[in-house]
């Protein structure tokens, strides 16, 4: 749903939250205080999925949270050696194994599936780790962002498109001050993306520990200040 819908109907939940109260409360009744906090629980819930669970568009892409529906599509692209080894985490060895991943790690906050509008299919993941939730340990006001696409969609300019509208995102709606990103050693793809997006070196990671089991890796670090953007838009 487009935001302004997701606000209307969270609006009109906190409405309704309040009319059931008052009604129960003239009522009375022994059990009025564990309905009206069940109750509230329930909508509470319900507001902040709708808010949190954003969807948002680019010329050519969705971008939405990931639903266990897409493990077929997920065991796709990353069951490659050429995509997750590259970013640090090893290949998908079933479409449960996807699904799992798809419950385990891309449902955190701001991790969304890279959509085709013209198939309405996932073909990547991009996502934002807010402060601590950083590989690199950041402040509140500050993110880092992690993306892949599946090696059919390669050199598309997808990504660069779908990580703009996240810098978009992280600074004038959640209030970023700057946005980390970061690459291991060899991966020039994805060192192409940041310096697309207006990400700049900032230093080097040495042996540096991944998902891979064993392996110890140099990473680069790179980083946009909202003031570096706002003045590049």
């Known amino acids: 749903k487009p935001p302004r819908l997701r606000l209307i109907k969270s609006l009109t939940l906190i409405v309704l939250f309040g009319k059931i109260t008052e009604s129960l409360y003239y009522q009375g009744g022994e059990n009025t205080d564990i309905l ?3 109750i509230g629980l ?5 507001i902040n999925r709708n808010l949190i ?3 948002l568009q680019t010329q050519r892409l969705l971008l939405r949270p990931w639903q266990e529906d897409d493990a077929d599509e997920l065991y796709k692209y990353a069951k490659d050696l050429q995509v997750g080894p590259a970013a640090g985490w090893p290949v998908h060895t079933s479409v449960e194994n996807s699904r799992e991943i798809i419950r385990t790690v891309l449902s ?4 969304y599936a890279v ?3 013209q198939t309405c299919k996932p073909v990547g993941s991009i996502g934002l780790m807010i402060g601590r939730q950083s590989n690199i340990g950041l402040p509140d006001n500050e993110c880092e962002v992690g993306y892949w696409i599946g090696v059919p969609y390669w050199g598309q300019g997808l ?3 779908a990580v703009r509208e996240l810098q978009h995102r992280a600074f004038e709606v959640l209030g970023m001050q700057k946005m980390w990103a970061g690459y291991f050693d060899g991966n020039e793809k994805s060192k192409r993306v940041q310096e697309k997006c207006g990400f700049k070196y900032m230093f080097t990671k040495c042996n540096v520990s991944s998902q891979l089991v064993g392996e ?3 990473e680069h670090i790179t980083c946009l200040t909202k ?6 838009k």
């Open 36 to 38: 009206i906090f069940t």
């Open 115 to 117: 959509v085709l509008k």
């Open 227 to 232: 003031m570096e953007w706002l003045t590049s």
């Open 108 to 111: 955190a906050v701001e991790t």
């Open 53 to 55: 669970d954003m969807e």
């Open 42 to 46: 329930y909508i509470f819930t319900s």
């Open 159 to 161: 990504i660069p498109e």
């Open 216 to 218: 110890l890796r140099t």
